[in-house]
Every structure is written in structure tokens, then in C-alpha cells.
């Protein structure tokens, strides 16, 4: 078997190779510039200096040094940490950061990684242990795209028992990193006491862990054809918002259901939000439960919100103060909710749900208050007096919608006007008009 795939490089592809000093990116340049001549390949090493060790210092000079042995162009980078976030995800994505900036100026088709089927079984072990999205239990990729090129691990299919024969048979100089043997990070303890553990129960356990990436890769794929079908055709996206027919979705197979929900929220976060199992599971029982209202919030930024037979992923809205604004005149007064109510002789043309107000003299029209619903407000309706409340259930508007609704009352203290949703027959009692109307916030 052959220690790369080589059905990951192709003649005439300009190369990317991530080295930082260790055996196996020592390995992955020397088997890559044995294929050079033969492929016409054109090869550029990238090298980052994370400045954590004293020995970084003289591995940037190594491998700088090795390009020039091996006649391939070097690019370096000293990694600026100021300690602002956690090392390792800063680390990780200022270094592919890096690999795409150089890949770009030099016009190369790809970039390799060194990553093995050791590394493979660990990362497949511990997202099992600490949980993971189901595309994440497949592991790592040997080809993904990037941007707008690839990313490959051409030793992903390969063991380091057979990285470690290839260093030995070809006396590759290579620099060992001390905090691999140190068990304070999680990989090595896996590394140093479970992984053998699994070899003893099966020396063939590469293989099958690769089985599994392949089992959980192939099942994706399927479920990531139907949820992206489904969003095409019945997730509606407006702006910041998405919305669904919660009977649709419902209709799904869970695990569809799932991805569904995982995409529209990575498309409405610019895939900022990382969801947990909890997460997924809440929003499921908002979609199956027999609540007509509920929600969940997933962080500061993204909720879930079930109103009767939709629901919707919005942003998250501090909850508005009870307001209470008086209107004594003719104009325009902006509300403490964001919306505007617009009082004039002349009918308007002001965009918005417009009433005609009937008086005999104004003292039946001013001053009108606008405010927030209170517990126990009652309209009068043709046939009598009914809660407000339960006025709203029966129309089943959604509980967000009831909680930003402004209440128009007038001077002897009746409500004439729930706007978008009810006027009262209390507004008609003169024979003269003037024009109310109300236009919602954006």
C-alpha cells in the first residue's frame, strides 16, 4: 500500500505543504517532492512559529533550511498571541488563515495536511467521548474545500508505525516536540493510554475506525441532500430571519430535522453559533410539542420562536419596557417599541394601518394614550366586552407579537384601537373624522 493516496494529487498542481518540523510533515514534504518531477508538481512550504516553546526559534530555522535542500519555496509566520482567547482555536484558525493567504499568492490548487489515520482514530474517539455534531463523529476529512481551493491529508489512510518506517528507511532529520509526551492536553492522554488499550483489543483498529468515518460520511451525505432540498424549497429567509411551517418540518425524519435546523441557524449566524445536543433536542420539542407558543434562546443572539403553526429563527430582542405616551395633538410621535403613530385632519399617506376616528369635539379624542398591554385590559366589541387577552388567544396571535402591542385608549379611559387587530365600535360617535395611523418599527 502506498503511503499516500495519490488520488489527492494530480499533474501540474501547485501544492501548499503545512510543515512544521515534526516526523510526520517531514515525511509528507519528502514523499510529495519524490512525485515533483513526474507530476510537474510545484511545491511551497508553509511554516507558522507559534513562539509557545524555546525550540520554535530553530524550527523555523530548520525547515526554512530543509526548503532550501529540497529546492521549494518557504513561507513563514510568527503567530502574535496576546492571550485574548483560547490558544488553540486562535492558533488553528490563524494558521489555515495563514496556509489560504499563501495558497492565494501563489496561485496553488491546494493545500496538504499531515494529518494520519492515528491522528484520525483519536479525533473520532474523543469527539465520542465529549460529543459532537453527527458529520463531526466521521472524524477528520481527506479532502475538503476551503474557500475556493482544497484542503488534503494524503496520510490520512496511513498509521505512524508506517510514517515512522518511511523516517527510519529514508533517515529523514526531523524535530521532536517535547509537549507531545505531556499529558496535560487531552489528545496525548488519549494517545498514551487509551489508544494502546484499542490496539491490544484489535491491532487492526485503524481500519475500523476508518470504517466508521466512512459509515458516518456516506449517511451525511444523504441527510444533507434532503435538508438542503427542504431548505430550498420551504425555509423562507428574510434579512435576519428565517421562518418554516412547523408541520413540515415535523414531517421529517428526525435526523433531517436535525440538519435542517443546524443549517438555517449556520446560515442566519454566518456559522458563529455552536450547538449542543441540548440544543437541537429543545428546538425538536418546540416543533413536536403540543405548546402553540414556546421558544428557546440558543445564545445572545438566536432564538427559536414557535407561534401557532410557524415557526421562526430571529434575533434576539431585549424585552421593551412598559411605555405609555400621551397624544394631546395633531402629529407624529414616535413610541418607546419603535413604532409611530401619525394623528392628522387630512388622511395620510404615511405607510401603516390607518383608522378614521369619528368625534364631535376633540375632547373625545384627546388626549389619547398609547402604552404597553396590562393585565385585565377589556375591549368593547359589538356583542360586548371581552379580555384582551383572550381576544389575542383567539385571533392566536403569536405571544411575541402580544407583548410588543401597543393599546390605544381614549380620554374616558376605553380602548378604541388594538392596531393590526381589533378596533372598537367606541370609535364611531360624531359625525366629523380626523385620521390615525399607526406604522410599525423596522
Known amino acids: 500500500m502506498p503511503l499516500l493516496n495519490l488520488n489527492l494529487i494530480k499533474k501540474n498542481d501547485v501544492i501548499v505543504i503545512a510543515v512544521s518540523g515534526g516526523i510526520d510533515s517531514m515525511v509528507l514534504l519528502d514523499a510529495i517532492c519524490r512525485l515533483k518531477n513526474d507530476l510537474n508538481l510545484t511545491i511551497i512550504v508553509a511554516h507558522v512559529n507559534h513562539r509557545m516553546r524555546l525550540e520554535s526559534e530553530a524550527e523555523y530555522t530548520f525547515v526554512e533550511n530543509k526548503c532550501q535542500s529540497y ?46 489515520a492515528d491522528d484520525q482514530a483519536e479525533t473520532i474517539l474523543m469527539r465520542l467521548v465529549r460529543g459532537s455534531g453527527f458529520i463531526g463523529y466521521a472524524g477528520i476529512s481527506e479532502r475538503i474545500n476551503y474557500h ?95 421562518s418554516v411551517v412547523v408541520a413540515e418540518i415535523a414531517a421529517l425524519d428526525r435526523a433531517v430535522a436535525r440538519d435542517v435546523i443546524k443549517r438555517t441557524i449556520d446560515r442566519l449566524t454566518n456559522n458563529s453559533i455552536e450547538l449542543t445536543y441540548t440544543n437541537f433536542e429543545d428546538v425538536l420539542n418546540i416543533i413536536t410539542g403540543n405548546k402553540p407558543n414556546a421558544r428557546i434562546t440558543l445564545n445572545q443572539k438566536l432564538r427559536v420562536i414557535r407561534k401557532y403553526d410557524c415557526l421562526s429563527f430571529e434575533p434576539v430582542i431585549l424585552d421593551t419596557l412598559s411605555f405609555f405616551q400621551i397624544i394631546s395633538t395633531f402629529g407624529t410621535y414616535p413610541l418607546p417599541n419603535g413604532d409611530t403613530v401619525t394623528v392628522t385632519e387630512k388622511r395620510s399617506d404615511i405607510d401603516g394601518i390607518s383608522i378614521e376616528l369619528w368625534y364631535n369635539n376633540l375632547r373625545f379624542i384627546f388626549p389619547m394614550t398609547f402604552r404597553s398591554r396590562q393585565d385585565g385590559d377589556r375591549i368593547k366589541l359589538t356583542g360586548g366586552t371581552k379580555k384582551v387577552s383572550e381576544l389575542l388567544i383567539d385571533l392566536k396571535i403569536p405571544l411575541d407579537d402580544r407583548n410588543r402591542l401597543a393599546i390605544g385608549i381614549n380620554p374616558q379611559g376605553e380602548i378604541f384601537w388594538i392596531p393590526g387587530i381589533k378596533i372598537s365600535p367606541v370609535t364611531k360617535i360624531g359625525d366629523q373624522v380626523i385620521y390615525l395611523t399607526y406604522a410599525k418599527g423596522k
Open 71 to 116: 529546492n521549494v519555496a518557504f513561507y513563514g509566520m510568527i503567530l502574535d498571541y496576546q492571550g485574548e482567547e483560547n490558544f488553540h482555536n486562535f492558533s488553528r484558525n490563524k494558521r489555515y488563515q495563514f496556509f489560504y493567504e499563501i495558497a492565494v499568492k501563489v496561485n496553488a490548487t491546494k493545500i496538504a495536511i499531515a494529518h494520519h
Open 148 to 242: 475556493d481551493l482544497e484542503i488534503i491529508r494524503p496520510l490520512l489512510h496511513t498509521t505512524k508505525a508506517e510514517i515512522d518506517k518511511y523516517q527510519i528507511e529514508h533517515q529523514l532529520e526531523f524535530r521532536q516536540d517535547a509537549s507531545n509526551f505531556q499529558d496535560k492536553y487531552t489528545r496525548n492522554r488519549f494517545r498514551h493510554h487509551l489508544m494502546p488499550l484499542i490496539e491490544q483489543e484489535n491491532p487492526l483498529y485503524h481500519d475500523k475506525f476508518a470504517q466508521f468515518s466512512t459509515y458516518i460520511s456516506e449517511a451525511y451525505q444523504l441527510i444533507s441532500r434532503l435538508s438542503i432540498l427542504f431548505i430550498d424549497t420551504s425555509v423562507s429567509f428574510i434579512q435576519d430571519k428565517a
